[in-house]
């Protein structure tokens, strides 16, 4: 089976085409938000790179975030409408889970931190298990100071990667010992390995049931509630 992966929950927009042989052909590409702009391009080269045709894909996986609400909704709604064109399922990953599975081989606590922006970050903790990651702790966002607060209740060796740990690297090593290091941003190819593993176990949704995960109100919701409340 093929698979299309598209990941675009944060600044970089990633495409990639792959199955049992591996990752086929792969795009990735940082240049602000024109994820709208991007993504279709982007999709399209792959196919040419790779040879496939569109009729040829089994299944579209998406990241569904958390990360940039408009990213987000530009890559889970292309991903929809492709799946709903070729009436192929789809599989959803979580970008926190595509950051973390690179490091599938360290002995220390993976710690993905994407920047949420408005000062807050999005994490989650990862240990390693036989073939890959297992997630300890459940997605949180929060301040920096949050972050800090619960690698230090954990006070384990850590290693934290993702734009937000980088972008938050001087306050992070200022409050906690650990490692920075890459990925910065998530991988269609791990969002591709990852799929095509759930793919063999036929863990499969519809495109109706593929849902973001956003963690907080996106910003419009944000400023209309503090505007109601100024009223």
């Not at 791990?190 to 519809?206: F, K, N, S, T, Y």
């Not at 593929?210 to 100024?230: C, K, M």
Request: hydrophobic share 45%; proline share 6%; charged share 20%.
């Amino acid at each position: 089976m093929l698979i299309l992966g598209i990941e675009t929950a944060t600044e970089q927009v990633g495409v990639a085409i792959g199955g049992h042989e591996g990752i086929i052909a792969t795009f990735e590409v940082a240049r602000g938000r024109r994820h709208a702009e991007i993504l279709t391009p982007a999709i399209e080269f792959v196919l040419r790179q790779a040879d496939v045709d569109v009729d040829e894909l089994g299944c579209i996986a998406v990241d569904v975030g958390p990360g940039l609400f408009t990213g987000m909704r530009v890559g889970i709604s292309a991903a929809k409408a492709l799946a709903l064109a070729l009436r192929v399922p789809m599989i959803g990953i979580s970008s926190l889970d595509l950051l973390a599975f690179p490091c599938r081989h360290t002995d220390r606590v993976v710690v993905p931190v994407i920047d949420a922006r408005k000062g807050e970050v999005f994490w989650s903790m990862y240990r390693q298990v036989p073939g890959g990651v297992q997630q300890v702790s459940a997605p949180t966002v929060g301040p920096v100071d949050d972050l800090v607060a619960d690698l230090l209740a954990r006070s384990q060796e850590a290693l934290c990667v993702g734009d937000g740990a980088e972008r938050y690297r001087h306050e992070i090593l200022e409050g906690y010992h650990c490692e920075i290091s890459a990925p910065v941003h998530p991988s269609p190819g791990a969002l591709v390995q990852l799929a095509h593993a759930q793919a063999l176990r036929e863990e499969w949704v519809r495109p109706a049931e593929i849902e973001p995960i956003y963690l907080r109100a996106p910003d419009a919701q944000i400023n209309w509630a503090t505007r109601e409340q100024r009223s």
